[in-house]
């Protein structure tokens, strides 16, 4: 996601400075607000109109002077884009049925044939109207008291968040949303944002969202997110962020470029309040302080509509040397924020690099997508080491530098430890390590292996399955895709089930028993168990866990008390059960071809390439390497990981 965007970013901000950088300057020189009233002279009707409210002209000031980040996209595409959101925001449709009905409207549409326009052209009326509606809210609500005029300007007065197309929205969302404010705004504690945010969030939170993870890699939607209502992580911050922001409650969004264990960027809300402190929050969960954020992170940043100047005037060389996301970076790094303690300070010996590096090179630490790496901060070496501030643990990085519109790794792969602070490199030693591989992709962020642990295996002879007796508890997360329970039961039942632990909503794929340890023909009986009927979600029934098919699933509607079971029609003595975890087809598949590579001197190694004969793979590596499973056949989702124990841990 971000490669495409940050290209596109690139060369629209280009277009838009082109005529107010310094040409021939090593370094680029921002355009002041003067010479953004020389490009656009219309904007000074906008600062005329504020000659006699200073506050409203700083706001006005604070909008033009970051005119030149900003952008929006037009054409056909767009078009198809933001009907397939609102066509998939009914719930009348599939993601693929959306696609397929917006396709039918434009045709074959592709997000590169967008055309940018700067909003260095922007229409001074829709500012004046943006300031006055945001000075509106701002004033007349009780929390507004609280909010400081840099937060003002940061998280209610901006009229875009990124780079969505334009059109007015505030007073549309306005109008719908503060009446539902109406009963708190006389109480005392009204006059502190997060009191606000509560009572808001807690009918917002009522509005069906429509989610799919294969949304969000385009440009932003905008405004009209607030009555469609779908969309990945990123369209759920940002329709929160015009709610609030249209009431006067300051908010924004944070995100992580790289979520710490996995391959995507992860976007949230925060709000500020009273005090200026900052809550993280999501559509369906109310604020809470950011320091008890879950989740394994790297860095986090915070969007802000103002360009971080701090960050551009560190840079040393040509700008356009600079890895595009922090060229003219809107965001600040709010890792410490999250972190408090656990934020360590990174330092990287010199002599731990790959090649030399002068002192004027910026140094990316950069994490893994895939077999990508992208850059999260950048440093120039200090002396002997290469330092980064604010680094929590528990993540791989490598560091890389930027050369000819490509990042070249100048170290290997590290774990930096989050309780002690030291440093573990993925060298990969030359004694070799057979290793048996089972998935390529961490189960247990998906958590349905470890809805398994408590779960048992019961006989009856009667169909309610009182009394029964427990044949097994899953004690252990299953870790492959064919599980094999060998039983030395001497009792012979005509009823058998799965029965789902506490809070497990009876998430199991497959179950088949058998007469004899070595048999491989399962037994076959009637289906029993415990339906979602109307009240849950009929593709992931109980009927599923008997189907020959260990990629279709159970899912109770309820988190205790879903079982699925067979009736044998006689009493049989089973002595061998294999079962299948739900799953997202990340196990090893028999028949696909896989290829396994290692890490060394920063490039990845193929081992080979091998079809799998049945649920596991059996390599030959490097002792200690870091590693990635890649199917050729089919699936995306893939992770890099080191053999630990013999098991695989992802990171």
């Given at each position: 996601m971000y490669n495409h965007i940050d290209r596109m970013k690139r060369i629209t901000v280009y277009i838009s400075l082109l005529s107010l950088l310094i040409v021939g300057c090593k370094k680029a020189s921002l355009p002041t607000i003067d010479e953004i009233l020389q490009s656009n002279p219309l904007l000074e009707t906008v600062l005329q109109k504020y000659e006699s409210d200073s506050l409203k002209r700083k706001a006005a000031e604070f909008l033009i002077e970051n005119l030149p980040y900003y952008y929006s996209y037009e054409g056909e595409p767009m078009k198809y884009y933001q009907k397939l959101y609102?066509?998939?925001?009914?719930?009348?449709?599939?993601?693929?049925?959306?696609?397929?009905?917006?396709?039918?409207?434009?045709g074959a549409t592709a997000l590169n044939q967008l055309t940018p326009t700067s909003d260095m052209d922007i229409s001074p009326d829709y500012l004046i109207d943006n300031i006055e509606w945001a000075?509106?809210?701002?004033?007349?609500?009780?929390w507004g008291k609280n909010v400081s005029f840099t937060d003002f300007c940061e998280y209610i007065l901006p009229y875009r968040i990124k780079d969505e197309p334009l059109k007015p929205w505030r007073e549309k969302i306005y109008k719908k949303f503060n009446p539902l404010l109406d009963s708190i705004r006389g109480l005392p504690e009204a006059t502190d944002p997060l009191f606000a945010a509560r009572a808001l969030l807690d009918s917002v939170s009522k509005i069906p969202f429509y989610f799919s993870s294969s949304l969000g890699y385009g440009p932003h939607i905008g405004p009209d997110l607030v009555e469609w209502s779908s969309g990945?992580?990123?369209?759920?911050?940002?329709?929160?962020?015009?709610?609030?922001?249209?009431?006067?409650?300051?908010?924004?969004c944070d995100y992580m470029p790289l979520r710490g264990d996995a391959n995507v960027a992860h976007f949230w809300n925060f709000m500020l309040d009273k005090y200026g402190d900052s809550y993280y929050m999501y559509k369906d969960r109310m604020p809470e302080p950011v320091r008890d954020y879950w989740g394994i992170r790297s860095k986090i940043y915070r969007q802000t509509f103002s360009l971080n100047r701090d960050m551009t005037e560190k840079i040393k060389g040509n700008i356009e040397e600079v890895y595009p996301t922090f060229r003219y970076p809107n965001f600040l790094d709010v890792?410490?924020?999250?972190?408090?303690?656990?934020?360590?300070?990174?330092?990287?010996?010199?002599?731990?690099?790959?090649?030399?590096?002068?002192?004027?090179?910026?140094?990316?630490l950069c994490g893994a997508s895939q077999m990508q790496w992208t850059p999260l901060a950048y440093a120039y070496p200090t002396g002997d080491d290469i330092i980064f501030d604010d680094v929590e643990g528990m993540v791989v990085f490598q560091l890389a530098i930027y050369k000819s519109?490509?990042?070249?790794?100048?170290?290997?792969?590290?774990?930096f430890n989050k309780a002690t602070g030291g440093i573990h490199y993925f060298h990969g030693s030359e004694e070799p390590e057979e290793v048996k591989l089972?998935?390529?992709?961490?189960?247990?962020?998906?958590?349905?292996p470890r809805r398994m642990v408590g779960g048992t295996f019961e006989g009856s002879n009667h169909a309610d399955f009182i009394p029964s007796d427990t044949l097994f508890i899953i004690k252990d997360y299953p870790l492959r895709l064919h599980n094999v329970i060998r039983l030395n039961n001497t009792k012979s039942y005509r009823y058998y089930r799965y029965f789902g632990p506490k809070d497990g909503y009876c998430n199991i794929s497959e179950v088949s028993y058998y007469l004899d340890q070595q048999d491989t023909c399962k037994l076959e009986g009637r289906l029993l168990g415990t339906s979602n009927g109307k009240e849950g979600d009929a593709e992931h029934d109980y009927s599923n866990v008997h189907d020959g098919d260990p990629y279709t699933s159970f899912n109770y509607y309820l988190p205790t008390g879903g079982w699925a079971g067979l009736d044998f029609g006689k009493p049989l003595c089973v002595k061998k059960i294999i079962f299948t975890?739900?799953?997202r087809d990340n196990y090893v598949r028999k028949g696909d071809r896989y290829e396994l590579f290692y890490s060394s001197a920063?490039?990845?190694?193929?081992v080979g390439t091998q079809i799998a004969a049945s649920d596991s793979l059996l390599y030959t590596v490097p002792k200690g390497a870091l590693l990635y499973l890649k199917n050729h056949t089919r699936g995306k989702d893939e992770r890099i990981f080191e053999l630990r124990d013999g098991i695989q841990q992802y990171w």
């Open positions: 609102q066509l998939f925001g009914t719930g009348l449709y599939t993601l693929e049925e959306a696609q397929d009905s917006a396709r039918s409207l434009y000075f509106r809210v701002w004033k007349e609500q009780p990945n992580c990123r369209e759920s911050a940002d329709m929160l962020i015009y709610i609030f922001r249209a009431v006067g409650i300051p908010c924004g890792t410490h924020l999250y972190s408090g303690r656990n934020a360590r300070t990174l330092a990287i010996s010199r002599d731990k690099l790959l090649q030399d590096i002068s002192d004027d090179e910026i140094i990316y519109n490509e990042l070249i790794p100048v170290s290997e792969p590290f774990e089972l998935n390529k992709y961490h189960q247990f962020i998906e958590s349905f975890p739900r799953n920063g490039k990845w190694i193929s």
